[in-house]
């Protein structure tokens, strides 16, 4: 089914300038736009717009001190975080997303890890998963379409590009939650540990309508990636966000260092 959806979307899943965020028609990367911000290093006032995300100035200050990050505050009001992760720059956003998937604001990070450009890893919600193929089930279908929506989602293309793989040791409550693509076997083992694969279980949400909320890691071209939807939106959401992130980044530069053979 995704053999007609490779050739619409082009290339090899990397080394497109693309891995950042959603296509856009100049082939730009989407998933971080460039933000103004103001008081780098410390929010203003509390805004109606933070306090909307369940987060307070001096709260928020806090705990980005207590992992190593500063604040600013961009014209809307939303926080960004930005710093260095395990020796690594590191940077987070709040805002609204460019995902039909996630309804409201996002969590969404990056790390610059400068692990192997080469290693692929990715590891997103099953509800999320199922929903993009479904969707990409509709693209193959369509016989009028013969080229790419510059609007599909970036999600959908690794889809097409890069196998799903599983194995007994992680166990069925992680696989029956959560699906992991790569590059190789052996490259979506080497990154997911059975530790690693139990804080992603800890770390899945639902709904009042018992819907898994949206959760999304990925390490490609020497990066991490992280986008999720900010529910329920407070400090606890952001903190185990960022947790989840740091531990899938030690896990990259751990198994896919520049130093260690593919």
């Given at each position: 089914?995704?053999?007609?959806?490779?050739?619409?979307?082009?290339?090899?899943?990397?080394?497109?300038g693309v891995a950042d965020g959603a296509l856009t028609q100049t082939g730009q990367s989407t998933l971080f736009r460039p933000l103004g911000s103001t008081a780098f290093g410390?929010?203003?006032?509390?805004?109606?717009?933070?306090?909307?995300?369940?987060?307070?100035?001096?709260?928020?200050?806090?705990?980005?001190?207590?992992?190593?990050?500063?604040?600013?505050?961009?014209?809307?009001?939303?926080?960004?975080?930005?710093?260095?992760?395990?020796?690594?720059?590191?940077?987070?956003?709040?805002?609204?997303?460019?995902?039909?998937?996630?309804?409201?604001?996002?969590?969404?990070?990056?790390?610059?890890?400068?692990?192997?450009?080469?290693?692929?890893?990715?590891?997103?919600?099953?509800?999320?998963?199922?929903?993009?193929?479904?969707?990409?089930?509709?693209?193959?279908?369509?016989?009028?379409?013969?080229?790419?929506?510059?609007?599909?989602?970036?999600?959908?293309?690794?889809?097409?590009?890069?196998?799903?793989?599983?194995?007994?040791?992680?166990?069925?409550?992680?696989?029956?939650?959560?699906?992991?693509?790569?590059?190789?076997?052996?490259?979506?083992?080497?990154?997911?540990?059975?530790?690693?694969?139990?804080?992603?279980?800890?770390?899945?949400?639902?709904?009042?309508?018992?819907?898994?909320?949206?959760?999304?890691?990925?390490?490609?071209?020497?990066?991490?990636?992280?986008?999720?939807?900010?529910?329920?939106?407070?400090?606890?959401?952001?903190?185990?966000?960022?947790?989840?992130?740091?531990?899938?980044?030690?896990?990259?530069?751990?198994?896919?260092?520049?130093?260690?053979?593919?």
């Amino acid at each position: 089914m995704f053999d007609k959806l490779k050739k619409l979307l082009g290339g090899s899943g990397q080394g497109d300038g693309v891995a950042d965020g959603a296509l856009t028609q100049t082939g730009q990367s989407t998933l971080f736009r460039p933000l103004g911000s103001t008081a780098f290093g410390g929010l203003q006032e509390p805004s109606a717009m933070l306090a909307s995300e369940g987060l307070e100035a001096a709260e928020l200050q806090a705990w980005a001190k207590s992992v190593g990050a500063s604040v600013s505050q961009r014209g809307n009001g939303l926080p960004n975080l930005g710093g260095t992760l395990l020796g690594k720059p590191w940077r987070m956003e709040i805002g609204r997303s460019s995902r039909d998937y996630i309804k409201g604001n996002e969590i969404r990070m990056r790390a610059e890890l400068g692990v192997n450009e080469d290693a692929v890893a990715l590891v997103m919600t099953r509800e999320l998963k199922d929903k993009l193929e479904k969707a990409a089930y509709s693209l193959y279908t369509d016989p009028l379409q013969t080229t790419v929506d510059p609007n599909l989602p970036e999600e959908m293309r690794w889809l097409a590009m890069f196998q799903e793989f599983g194995w007994p040791e992680v166990g069925v409550e992680f696989f029956d939650e959560f699906a992991v693509l790569a590059d190789a076997r052996g490259r979506a083992m080497d990154f997911l540990s059975n530790a690693l694969a139990q804080q992603f279980v800890q770390c899945n949400r639902r709904n009042e309508e018992g819907k898994q909320l949206p959760l999304v890691v990925m390490v490609m071209r020497g990066k991490a990636y992280l986008r999720t939807v900010h529910e329920p939106a407070n400090l606890a959401t952001v903190a185990a966000a960022h947790a989840l992130f740091a531990s899938a980044c030690a896990a990259a530069l751990d198994r896919f260092s520049t130093d260690l053979p593919l």
